[in-house]
């Protein structure tokens, strides 16, 4: 046996062990193979749909925070907002609530 066939029987033996099965299923039916032209379509499809991902990202608008105190004008606002906070039962966004409420009192001179 030449070197060629040796390393050959060699590839099959490292295949059979490593891949098992599912090289055994491919070697039975070929056809079912994936050649080297499909892999880098589909590889260059992913890489045209980053690049088409990274410069739609690069035309939005940067996020800003929302505070919703800014839109808690009225003493009227502030209650409404604090009895929807209490209608839900969380004691964590009932005091969030609570705490969006003064602030809103303080920048918008709201009487308590």
């Known amino acids: 046996m030449g070197k060629e066939e040796t390393e050959k029987v060699d590839m099959e033996h490292w295949l059979h062990e490593r891949i098992g099965p599912a090289y055994d299923a491919l070697k039975a039916d070929p056809g079912r193979a994936v050649t080297a032209d499909q892999v880098r ?5 992913i890489a045209q749909a980053i690049d088409l991902a990274r410069r739609v990202d690069a035309d939005l608008e940067s996020l800003t925070p929302f505070d919703p105190a800014e839109d808690l004008t009225s003493a009227e606002a ?6 929807d906070a209490e209608a839900t039962a969380d004691p964590a966004y009932i005091e969030h609530a609570h705490q969006v409420a003064a602030r809103a009192r303080t920048m918008h001179g709201i009487a308590s």
Do not use: H, Y
């Not at 379509?41 to 499809?45: E, H």
């Not at 502030?78 to 009895?83: H, I, M, Q, W």
């Open 41 to 45: 379509a589909r590889l260059a499809d």
């Open 78 to 83: 502030v209650a409404a907002f604090l009895a």
